[in-house]
């Protein structure tokens, strides 16, 4: 499914990947292999799972990235660093807890509803 939105959770351990439109919405869940735990101050997230999650972004033109802790940030300066394409398309980084794919779902829509009325294409939503 090719959409103009995504919607990214992730965490160190697993990333749920939403892309939605006006009526539909696909979910893939991508686990991470690493059994390390962050270091303090150091970006140690799993490369091969950034890598997973971003080409499961292929090709959409915004991207919020959501989650709990660091791994949104790491995620995001990994794709700056590697995937130029899907650092260009995360429009946002925000803190979550917790919520279900559909609340996050929900949430994207609100959010890309906003954004795209300052300044993007209101019609892909």
Same mark, same amino acid.
Do not use: N
């Given at each position: 499914m090719t959409? %103009?939105? #995504? @919607? &990214?959770?992730?965490?160190?351990?697993? #990333?749920? &990947?939403?892309? %939605?439109?006006?009526?539909? #919405?696909? /979910? !893939?869940?991508? +686990? /991470?292999? /690493?059994?390390?735990?962050p270091k303090h101050g150091h970006v140690s997230g799993d490369k091969d799972f950034f890598a997973a999650v971003a080409k499961a972004l292929d090709? @959409?033109?915004? &991207?919020? &990235?959501?989650?709990? #802790? +660091?791994? +949104?940030?790491? %995620? !995001?300066?990994?794709? +700056? !660093?590697h995937e130029a394409a899907v650092a260009e398309a995360i429009v946002d980084v925000v803190n979550t807890d917790h919520p279900s794919d559909k609340q996050l779902v929900a949430m994207a829509r609100q959010y890309f509803a906003k954004h795209d009325a300052m300044g993007a294409d209101p019609t892909q939503l």
């Open positions: 959409t %103009f939105h #995504a @919607v &990214v959770w992730l965490d160190h351990s697993e #990333a749920h &990947v939403l892309m %939605f439109d006006r009526e539909h #919405a696909e /979910s !893939q869940r991508i +686990k /991470s292999r /690493s059994h390390h735990t090709g @959409v033109h915004e &991207v919020l &990235v959501t989650g709990p #802790a +660091k791994a +949104k940030i790491e %995620f !995001q300066d990994y794709c +700056k !660093q």
